[in-house]
């Protein structure tokens, strides 16, 4: 007997449930669909379907029009209602409380109360069904090692084509790996992190390590300064355990925030200025508040730092990833009154999705210098030896590479290769479930996935059926839309993750939201007015470099 629900026959959204050994039915509550499969829209969700613009026309509308945008940008009153909307429609696609994990194809508890979990939008495919990704498709799935070298090993270096800069790479690495800490002596279904911004990427990742990095004076943490700059201390300094992924000289060893950073000088580089951001706010604090202790200066730096760090990714980064004409905007007053759940759960899909190592470059020139990604690894002191202010200048100028097939860098085709392996052993559904799942048409063809005949060629030989392609190689084939940096299925996953990630912290809800919160005022003034720019020139001695997630010119 086989089980029904491996074909996937429930519709927008119904959930499959086998009955018996030879029937299912689908559950299409609150789906506004109805019938056997969930197939037939009620009346009012029919004329909603109708006017309801595809996600392409939304694209297109958000990155033309730039005399509309010019004019909506200026009228507070409109850009915070489409602001709003952004919010509401990116956040209303994530279950919140969060429904799967890894171990079950159905609903269980533990993928609430569970928080050792990676949480799951899709559940996976049952073991017993016929093929790995369910019906479709052929019983083993494409050779890994083969997989990698047709479509992942970079031969020649392919740049970001909307001129995104390595500065925004070392960015999105930064700023993620705080939220995406797989435990892998547990297995790729487990993480030890917060699910969510929770800044132990500076701070540490418990009251321990917290305790290591304080100077435990006005609020600070410790640091050592070279050169005239103040820079994290090193290890002997601050036992921090770190993780290093070859070995590494003692006097190379910097106690950070988070364990992975010392293997790379663009990780350095944002521990090391979010470390003077937070003395520098402690300063500010201080002034603010001569009645304040250390505990509560500290604590407020964290506060004040969070709330940074939204700003920054909604407006100066998401901004640039987006490349819309609206003027995106941080403000949580928005939601004030809507339905809107203040809790996140880091999914694994979304972990899957941001595996964006086609956008390190194979070598970088900093201040004359060039080097290659080999002498950049574990040696974070070419941050200090060239400077902060030439190091993230020279980040500025370098262009990222382009997210595309046959565009992983050497050090990182193996990180690909074990996350698809994670993708199998985890059983994710196929590309098309998700898209589905995300309100977009599913592909009829390997042609329409990838816009490119030799493409469409190599995936329909590795899959045979385009319900069969895998999730991650199947976002990295995906044809890019125009003017963007991804494919559409990457943007309409990740928006709602993350817009849901970033709005659902705890200082968005209406209890943390006010000056009180960030020390007053003068806290809640900083964090409104955050800059990427600014993050960097407060805190450099000389004239403000070039800070830019775009290469000029
Ligand atoms: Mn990267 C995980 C190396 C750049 C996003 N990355 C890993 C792992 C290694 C690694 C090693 C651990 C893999 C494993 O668990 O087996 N990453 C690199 C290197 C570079 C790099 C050497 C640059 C060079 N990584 C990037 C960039 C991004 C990124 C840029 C973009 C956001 N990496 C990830 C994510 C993970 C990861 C996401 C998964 C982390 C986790 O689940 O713990």
Redo the contacts with the bound molecule.
């Keep these: 007997a086989e089980n029904l629900c491996c074909s996937y026959p429930c519709q927008n959204g119904g959930v499959c449930l086998t009955k018996g050994f030879k029937d299912y039915e689908c559950d299409c509550t609150s789906t506004d669909f109805y019938g056997r499969n969930c197939e037939t829209p009620t009346f009012s969700k029919r004329i909603k379907l109708w006017l309801k613009p595809s996600p392409l026309t939304l694209h297109n509308l958000m990155i033309g029009n730039n005399w509309l945008w010019n004019i909506v940008n200026n009228i507070p009153f409109l850009r915070g209602f489409i602001m709003k909307k952004v919010y509401t429609m990116r956040s209303d696609m994530i279950d919140s409380p969060p429904t799967y994990e890894s171990e079950h194809p159905y609903i269980t508890l533990d993928a609430n109360y569970n928080v050792s979990f990676y949480t799951r939008t899709l559940p996976p495919v049952p073991v017993e069904c016929p093929t790995p990704m369910g019906v479709a498709g052929k019983k083993i799935l494409p050779d890994l090692d083969v997989l990698v070298k047709k479509l992942f090993i970079r031969e020649k270096f392919k740049p970001e084509p909307i001129g995104t800069s390595a500065l925004f ?1 070392f960015f ?2 930064h700023f ?2 705080q939220f ?3 435990d ?1 002596k547990r297995g790729p279904q487990y993480q030890w992190g917060g699910h969510g911004v929770d800044m132990t990427h500076v701070y540490g990742k418990d009251k321990h390590d917290e305790n290591l990095l304080r100077s435990f004076k006005d609020g600070k943490l410790k640091v050592q300064t070279v050169n005239g700059e103040d820079w994290p201390p090193l290890s002997k300094d601050a036992q921090v355990e770190m993780q290093y ?1 070859m070995p590494v000289q003692e006097d190379s060893k910097f106690a950070l925030g988070h364990s992975f950073f010392g293997n ?1 000088p663009g990780l350095f580089m944002y521990a090391s200025i979010w470390m003077r951001e937070h003395n520098r706010v402690c300063d500010v604090m201080k002034k603010e508040h001569p009645e304040w202790d250390d505990e509560r200066l500290y604590q407020t730096g964290k506060l004040i730092l969070l709330g940074e760090t939204i700003k920054i990714v909604i407006e100066d980064y998401v901004q640039h990833l987006s490349n819309y004409n609206f003027k995106l905007l941080f403000d949580p007053s928005l939601l004030f009154g809507e339905p809107f759940q203040y809790q996140n759960r880091i999914a694994l899909e979304f ?1 899957h999705l ?4 086609p ?2 470059p194979d070598d970088f020139n900093i201040g004359g210098t060039n080097y290659t ?1 080999k002498d950049f690894l574990v040696n974070p002191k070419l941050v200090i030896k060239h400077g902060m202010a030439t190091f993230v200048d020279s980040l500025s100028k370098q262009n990222a590479g382009a997210f595309t097939v046959r565009n992983h ?1 050497k ?2 085709v193996n ?1 690909v290769k ?1 996350l698809i392996k994670h993708g199998r052993t985890l059983r994710l559904q196929p590309l098309n479930n998700y898209r589905k799942r995300f309100n977009l048409k599913p592909f009829k063809s390997f042609k329409e996935l990838t816009g490119n005949k030799w493409l469409a060629k190599e995936l329909e030989n590795f899959y045979g059926d385009i319900e069969a392609v895998e999730f991650y190689v199947g976002l990295i084939t995906e044809k890019r839309r125009p003017k963007a940096v991804f494919g559409e299925a990457i943007v309409e996953m990740g928006g709602p993750y993350s817009v849901k990630g970033l709005m659902a912290n705890p200082i968005c809800s209406p209890k943390y939201w006010k000056p009180s919160t960030f020390g007053g005022n003068v806290g809640f003034e900083i964090v409104n007015t955050a800059t990427i720019e600014k993050l960097f020139c407060q805190n450099i001695k000389e004239d403000c470099p070039v800070v830019s997630f775009k290469v000029p010119g």
């Design positions: 790479s999105a690495q993620t790996h995406f800490k797989t892998i992924i790379l972990n941001y595996h964006w190592h956008l390190m990604m860098g050090y990182t990180v074990e």
